[in-house]
């Protein structure tokens, strides 16, 4: 088990920034590729980055690419999702998860996740 805990979503204005933070326990962190998902009511849940082992590798979905950043500190066992120039389409419940494959972009592929935080973005 690897419980993941989100925090940092929240109200803001198109244009703005929010970072948000996905918090582990265990001492197995990094030996997870982690990444973000997000979801709005209705639809499935979409990737939107992902990071491996070391932090090296990172892999972004084209609609936040350039203004999304995903980062790790694996002595805090912590990732990151720092999220510019948003939109008002970036409205979504953002959530956290982690997997044991090779840098995955389907939700298929992660075996734990967070609760979500939820970001809203206002025209």
């Known amino acids: 088990q690897v419980p993941l805990v989100e925090s940092g979503g929240g109200l803001v204005q198109a244009g703005g920034s929010l970072r948000l933070s996905c918090a582990a326990s265990?001492?197995?962190?990094?030996?997870?590729?982690m990444g973000w998902f997000r979801q709005v009511p209705g639809k499935e849940r979409e990737f939107v980055a992902a990071?491996?082992?070391?932090?090296?590798?990172?892999r972004y979905a084209d609609s936040v690419k350039g203004r999304f950043t995903i980062s790790r500190d694996n002595t805090k066992n912590t990732q990151y999702l720092q999220m510019n120039s948003l939109k008002p389409e970036d409205t979504a419940v953002y959530y956290c998860?982690?997997?044991?494959?090779?840098?995955?972009?389907?939700?298929?592929?992660?075996?734990?996740w967070g609760q979500g935080t939820q970001v809203t973005v206002s025209s």
């Open positions: 998860a982690a997997s044991p494959g090779v840098l995955p972009t389907t939700r298929y592929e992660y075996n734990y």
């Open positions: 990071i491996n082992r070391s932090g090296t590798i990172k």
């Open positions: 265990g001492r197995t962190f990094s030996s997870y590729v």
